[in-house]
């Protein structure tokens, strides 16, 4: 259920954009953790694409702050809302392997091995496509893959039909997971979140470089590790 009332027009977009001059706080949805509503997936996929925008989302891991991946303005936004180098590798997050083979570069093994993991709570690290802009990943030379294992995200990602640029919102432990610190911690700063409520056992992602000749786990997360 919406926590607020936005119209349901061609000037939802208008609405939002006056409504952020006037008030810096986030619009606020309620979604369906397994079942999201359709129309606030819509209104989400609509400010990200149509107004620069940044969205928190939940995932399998933990909530997650992210632009449409080929919005450079967008994604150097969370960059400097975080105070984080602009250049940094970004996730992105795919609704599944058509729109990863898009972005990295896989050879048979490494699809057989990510096909094992994903969905789930994994990042997978391989050689980016020409497809990676520039402004989002400057050297283009490897770019991190996850397809979380939740419901909400994945639907979102498909609407848009591209990966969102995602990265970790900055709070301690278990906070990650909590809604309404996530929703303190970004209320002045992003333009929309799609609150699933609270998440189960919020840890960051396994990560894994497949860039090798074999995989090299870079990071244990929540994701186990079987090789």
């Given at each position: 259920?919406?926590?607020?009332?936005?119209?349901?027009?061609?000037?939802l977009l208008e609405y939002c954009a006056?409504?952020?001059k006037e008030s810096l706080s986030v619009i606020?949805?309620?979604?369906?953790?397994?079942?999201?509503?359709?129309?606030?997936?819509?209104?989400?996929a609509n400010i990200l694409k149509n107004e620069n925008g940044v969205c928190v989302y939940p995932t399998d891991t933990v909530y997650g702050m992210g632009a449409c991946a080929t919005n450079a303005k967008a994604v150097n936004r969370i960059g400097?809302?975080?105070?984080k180098d602009k250049k940094r590798l970004f996730s992105y997050i795919c609704s599944d392997f058509h729109q990863v083979s898009r972005y990295a570069r896989m050879e048979n093994w490494q699809f057989k091995?990510?096909?094992?993991?994903?969905?789930?709570?994994?990042?997978?690290?391989?050689?980016?496509?020409?497809?990676v802009p520039r402004k989002v990943c400057p050297k283009r030379k490897t770019v991190g893959i996850r397809i979380p294992d939740n419901p909400v995200c994945l639907a979102l990602t498909g609407m848009?039909?591209?990966?969102?640029a995602n990265t970790s919102i900055r709070l301690p432990g278990h906070q990650r997971g909590d809604a309404l610190t996530v929703r303190t911690a970004v209320v002045n700063e992003?333009?929309?979140?799609?609150?699933?409520?609270?998440?189960?056992?919020?840890?960051?992602s396994t990560i894994i470089d497949l860039?090798?000749?074999?995989?090299v786990i870079i990071r244990e997360g929540k994701g186990p590790w079987h090789g």
């Amino acid at each position: 259920m919406s926590t607020r009332s936005p119209r349901r027009s061609s000037g939802l977009l208008e609405y939002c954009a006056n409504r952020r001059k006037e008030s810096l706080s986030v619009i606020h949805y309620e979604i369906h953790p397994q079942n999201p509503q359709q129309r606030l997936l819509e209104q989400a996929a609509n400010i990200l694409k149509n107004e620069n925008g940044v969205c928190v989302y939940p995932t399998d891991t933990v909530y997650g702050m992210g632009a449409c991946a080929t919005n450079a303005k967008a994604v150097n936004r969370i960059g400097t809302l975080l105070q984080k180098d602009k250049k940094r590798l970004f996730s992105y997050i795919c609704s599944d392997f058509h729109q990863v083979s898009r972005y990295a570069r896989m050879e048979n093994w490494q699809f057989k091995l990510m096909r094992r993991y994903l969905p789930g709570p994994y990042t997978f690290v391989l050689l980016a496509t020409n497809f990676v802009p520039r402004k989002v990943c400057p050297k283009r030379k490897t770019v991190g893959i996850r397809i979380p294992d939740n419901p909400v995200c994945l639907a979102l990602t498909g609407m848009l039909d591209e990966p969102l640029a995602n990265t970790s919102i900055r709070l301690p432990g278990h906070q990650r997971g909590d809604a309404l610190t996530v929703r303190t911690a970004v209320v002045n700063e992003v333009d929309i979140m799609l609150d699933a409520g609270a998440l189960e056992n919020p840890t960051g992602s396994t990560i894994i470089d497949l860039t090798g000749s074999e995989p090299v786990i870079i990071r244990e997360g929540k994701g186990p590790w079987h090789g």
